[in-house]
């Protein structure tokens, strides 16, 4: 539903029509739920959860956004604001905030600084973890913390800069909304599955109806509170999951979801500036154009997901368990290769 929900916000924004910003608030609060969760193992390592989202993250990314770079150079006139700069690449490709000619905080690929903040959001969860080691309770807090603590002095600082700016935004505080959620999951709280239903699409609703009336409120008013209800209602569903064709063909969508958000720019943009001029009269923002948007968006998306994604993924944990065998001690070696495989 998210991804979806951002395919059709990219869609209509280009003909000045705003819907689906709330896809942002979702996603931030789904990561710290799934976060939460992978944190909930007093297993796991620093190391381990630096690894595990970088690997997730990075390689797809990367590759989304030396394409950008690249088809600027061929063909900037496909391009808005973004310029084929060596220094913007690199602030893009290490997440580094920093604001275009037209004003913007986008990287190269623009979707991408919604990651920017979730790269700081993994990093303190890792300085998070690795500081409350021996007492892995206090890292939720510990979390919570670092980040209400670097909003609430950006606000103070009064700076244009784009960190600041970034720093600044409320947004960044549904990362721990998500942590709520999980808390209230793991200790039992759930709605009834007759309501849960409802909940989940009455919330959808609502998020919708504020973005419409009231487009100025507090993201975290307007979309994370109606977003940690939709969550808890959706896992207050889980009892009716089956194994079907139809749940797995919508849990590998899910799967997808983040090859679906890098790629789907490329096709919305690609309907938009190349379709029309083979397709006289086509219009992506018609409702038939929002439809084969999404439909050949999450074709794409899927198709990313299966032969691009999943390869990049497996490669860049090779690398990184090679380089980790090759700089063990020398003792460690032969202990070492068959646990990292």
């Not at 490709?93 to 690929?109: T, V």
């Not at 759930?190 to 959808?204: D, H, T």
Request: charged share 15%; proline share 4%.
């Amino acid at each position: 539903m998210t991804a979806t929900t951002v395919v059709v916000h990219h869609v209509l924004i280009q003909g000045g029509t705003v819907f689906g910003q709330f896809r942002v608030d979702i996603f931030f609060v789904l990561s710290g739920f799934v976060i939460a969760l992978a944190l909930e193992a007093n297993t796991v390592g620093v190391r381990d959860f630096v690894v595990s989202r970088l690997v997730r993250i990075v390689p797809l990314y990367w590759l989304a956004t030396l394409l950008v770079f690249f088809g600027v150079l061929l063909r900037p006139d496909l391009f808005n604001s973004t310029v084929a700069d060596v220094g913007e690449l690199m602030k893009s490709l290490f997440f580094i905030p920093y604001r275009k000619e037209s004003g913007h905080i986008f990287p190269l690929l623009f979707v991408g600084w919604t990651l920017n903040y979730e790269m700081l959001f993994y990093a303190a969860s890792a300085l998070a973890l690795w500081w409350c080691r021996r007492h892995r309770a206090f890292v939720l807090v510990a979390v919570t913390l670092l980040l209400a603590g670097l909003f609430l002095m950006a606000n103070l600082v009064h700076s244009n800069q784009a960190i600041i700016a970034v720093l600044a935004y409320d947004r960044m505080l549904e990362f721990p909304l998500g942590f709520a959620v999980w808390y209230a999951w793991r200790h039992g709280v759930r709605i009834p599955v007759a309501l849960a239903a409802i909940g989940a699409v009455a919330m959808y609703v609502l998020m919708t109806w504020i973005e419409l009336v009231w487009p100025n409120v507090s993201p975290i008013v307007g979309n994370g509170l109606p977003t940690a209800v939709l969550l808890i209602s959706t896992l207050s569903l889980e009892s009716l999951v089956v194994d079907s064709a139809l749940i797995r063909a919508l849990l590998y969508l899910g799967d997808a979801s983040y090859a679906t958000y890098l790629s789907h720019p490329f096709v919305v943009e690609g309907m938009r500036k190349l379709l029309p001029k083979v397709v006289h009269g086509f219009d992506v923002r018609s409702t038939g154009g929002v439809i084969l948007a999404i439909a050949v968006a999450s074709v794409v998306g899927c198709l990313v997901y299966r032969y691009v994604d999943k390869p990049l993924q497996r490669a860049m944990r090779r690398i990184i368990n090679v380089r980790r065998v090759v700089n063990a001690p020398a003792g460690e070696v032969g202990g070492g290769v068959t646990s990292v495989d």
